[in-house]
């Protein structure tokens, strides 16, 4: 079984080498890819420091920040190229529990897709602050109400068979931020893959600072608003 997890980055110099050692201590064939968004803090070198002692560390650092749907379809879309059947995507924040992916795989085999939801278990996000889940739960309710999926589609916590998932209704998503998430969500439902969510409860960040800003926050819900445009009416 070849199987590859993908971890975004952007300014988390402090959580890098925490979020490793949690994969490597309970997966130790597992390959880690790096993707970096140019970061300032050292996050670079935290990772290639990382490779230097562990040769199934690899990374990609781009000049710019270009997004974290477009680190994911570029991390997937290399993961096919080299022939990985199982692709992991975590978050670096320290929300995300690499102790879950043992439950992933456990449910792959039957499914083509496994996500994370914070909405079956009531104390999910309890410790997050009010503005946070305030946002979550709206952004839910309003991808529920105008695409019509019941999924918690907004996270980036997830398992793909990328033997039974073509790469191209991957790529059919076509944001490159926050909103990749939820449309790649909507498409693959619509395409009639197997998806198979389970509970999953996230800690408030305790080292750095959230990357999502108000903006995205706008721009996502006007781009919800057009994906309901094209696919709805």
Known sequence: MKFLIIIPTLNENKNITIIYKKIVNLYKKVNILFIDDNSIDGSQNEIIN??????????????????????????????????????????????????VIKLML?????HDLIMTTRFMNKK????????????THM?????????????????GFRLYDLNKI???????????????FWE?????????????????????RKVGAS???F???????????KIFIIYKI
């Open 50 to 99: 990382l490779k230097k002692k562990n040769k199934k560390v690899d990374y990609i650092f781009r000049d710019k920040k270009l997004g974290i749907g477009s680190a994911h379809k570029l991390g997937i879309n290399l993961a096919k190229k080299k022939n990985y059947q199982y692709v992991c995507t975590i978050d670096c924040d320290g929300a995300h529990d690499p102790k």
């Open 139 to 155: 952004r839910y309710y309003l991808v529920r109400l105008l695409l019509g999926t019941k999924l918690d589609s907004s996270g």
């Open 124 to 135: 999910s996000i309890r410790s997050w602050p009010i503005k946070r889940i305030f946002i």
């Open 106 to 110: 456990k449910h792959i085999k039957n």
């Open 166 to 180: 073509k790469l191209k209704d991957i790529l059919l998503a076509k944001d490159n931020n926050y909103n990749f």
């Open 184 to 204: 790649s969500t909507f498409l693959l439902e619509r395409k009639n893959y197997k998806i198979l969510e389970i509970p999953i409860t996230l800690p408030s």
């Open 215 to 225: 903006q995205d926050i706008i721009s996502g819900i006007f781009y919800l608003i």
């Open 211 to 213: 990357k999502m800003r």
